[in-house]
Nanobody
Framework: QVQLVESGGGLVQAGGPLRLSCAAS????????MGWFRQAPGKEREFVAA????????YYADSMKGRFTISRDNAKNTVYLQMTSLKPEDTAVYYC????????????????WGKGTLVTVSS
């Protein structure tokens, strides 16, 4: 069992940065592949970024490449999402998720979810 708690959301001006954190419980965090997803009002949950259990491979949605960076610190049981050059269309609830077998981009394949943190980007 893995429990995930996101933090770091808030209100930010367009063009600004924000860093999200996801703290995980459990001694097996380092064996899980982690992902960030987001859901805007009235829209489906979408993939943002993923990182393999070792941290050696990362994956990004096309619209986030070059702006967002996912990283993890297995010693701290934490995964991060550094966001830069934020746009109003990045406004959403951002969720952290864990998957045992792969760095999935499909939210239905993730095993555990946090409750999310709201990011609001003002124009």
């Amino acid at each position: 069992q893995v429990q995930l708690v996101e933090s770091g959301g808030g209100l930010v001006q367009a063009g600004g940065p924000l860093r999200l954190s996801c703290a995980a419980s459990g001694r097996t965090f380092s064996s899980y592949n982690m992902g960030w997803f987001r859901q805007a009002p009235g829209k489906e949950r979408e993939f943002v970024a993923a990182i393999r259990w070792s941290g050696g491979r990362t994956y990004y949605a096309d619209s986030m490449k070059g702006r967002f960076t996912i990283s993890r610190d297995n010693a701290k049981n934490t995964v991060y999402l550094q966001m830069t050059s934020l746009k109003p269309e990045d406004t959403a609830v951002y969720y952290c998720a864990a998957a045992r077998y792969d760095a999935y981009q499909d939210p239905v394949r993730m095993d555990y979810w946090g409750k999310g943190t709201l990011v609001t980007v003002s124009s």
